[in-house]
């Protein structure tokens, strides 16, 4: 688990981690906001991204959160400590790079990358940032995967 940003060296905030969400489509709505959403303790939404008004306002009038119309803009909003990349496959390397130098932590839907290539440049983006960069595996305690 990705802890906020610490008031001490040796005591972790309490606060929440403050989120902002990628892409509202299939993903971003059903699988990130939905579990997030019930960890208001420990997460909360604070801004949106998405192309489409009618999934921004719905964000907007469920988490009171931002809305932008473009991924970037979430780069630029200090509010946002983690990003979940939900967009489509094709878009996760350059966007989770951009948001891992922007000093974002990232979770980046699956597929990580497109390429071995993609795949490596986030790693070293990760790396060079400091910044945690995590993919998502939603079936990972799922009884047929405990095995």
Partial sequence: MIMA?????????????RV????????????H??????????????AVADADAA????????????????PAALLDDAAVELLVVALPSHLHAD?????LEAG????CEKP???????ADRMVAASEASDRI????QNRRYDPHFKK
């Fill in 33 to 46: 906001a939905r579990l997030l959403e019930p960890l208001a303790d420990r997460y909360q939404i604070v």
């Fill in 112 to 118: 990580m990358a497109t390429s071995l290539a993609g």
């Fill in 20 to 31: 902002g969400i990628a892409g509202l489509g299939r993903s971003g709505w059903n699988i």
């Fill in 133 to 136: 960069l995590t993919i998502f």
């Fill in 5 to 17: 940003t610490t008031t001490r060296a040796t005591e972790p905030s309490t606060a929440p981690i």
């Fill in 55 to 70: 999934r921004r306002d719905e964000a907007v009038a469920r988490f009171d959160c931002m809305a932008y119309d473009t």
């Fill in 95 to 99: 966007l989770s790079i951009a948001a």
């Fill in 104 to 107: 974002k932590h990232v979770v």
